[in-house]
C-alpha cells in the first residue's frame, strides 16, 4: 500500500529545511511569505531577537481595496510594493527571502519580484 503525505506535510517539511539554511539579522533580516488559500501575508522578521518589523496581508484595509481579489498573482504583487515601501519607511533595504515551502512560481515570485521594484534587495 502506497501511503501519500498530504501538501501540508511536504510544505511544511520544505520550510524546515529551508529555515535550518537562512534567519535574519538585524542587519538584514527575513522576508518570510505566507500562501493560505484565499489571503498571502509577508512579514519582515529580525531572528536574533525574534521580532517582526513589518507586516503586510492582503486581509489589511490598505491592501484590500485596491484589489478586486485577494488570491491571485495581481494581490501578491500589490502585496510585494507594500511590504517594500514599508520596510524602507522603517530604513530596511536588504532582506533574506524565506519562501516558506512554497514553490517559487506564481504568487510568491510574483510577490518577490513586485517587493525587488520596489527597492527591496535580494
Known amino acids: 500500500m502506497v501511503?501519500?503525505?498530504s501538501r501540508a506535510q511536504v510544505r511544511a517539511k520544505k520550510h524546515?529545511?529551508?529555515?535550518h539554511h537562512l534567519a535574519g539579522t538585524s542587519?538584514?533580516?527575513r522576508l518570510?511569505?505566507?500562501r493560505s488559500n484565499n489571503h498571502m501575508y509577508a512579514?519582515?522578521?529580525d531572528d536574533t531577537v525574534g521580532n517582526t518589523l513589518v507586516s503586510a496581508s492582503t486581509l489589511s484595509k490598505e491592501v484590500k481595496d485596491g484589489?478586486?481579489?485577494t488570491n491571485n498573482v495581481e494581490a501578491a504583487a500589490h502585496l510585494g510594493t507594500v511590504i517594500a515601501k514599508k520596510a524602507l519607511d522603517k530604513g530596511i533595504t536588504t532582506?533574506?527571502?524565506?519562501r516558506g515551502g512554497f514553490i517559487y512560481e506564481g504568487k510568491v515570485k510574483a510577490l518577490a519580484d513586485a517587493a525587488r521594484e520596489?527597492?527591496?534587495e535580494f
Open 3 to 5: 501511503n501519500k503525505k
Open 16 to 19: 524546515r529545511r529551508i529555515r
Open 27 to 29: 542587519a538584514r533580516p
Open 32 to 34: 518570510a511569505v505566507f
Open 43 to 45: 512579514q519582515i522578521i
Open 67 to 69: 484589489l478586486d481579489k
Open 95 to 98: 532582506v533574506v527571502f524565506d
Open 118 to 120: 520596489a527597492g527591496l
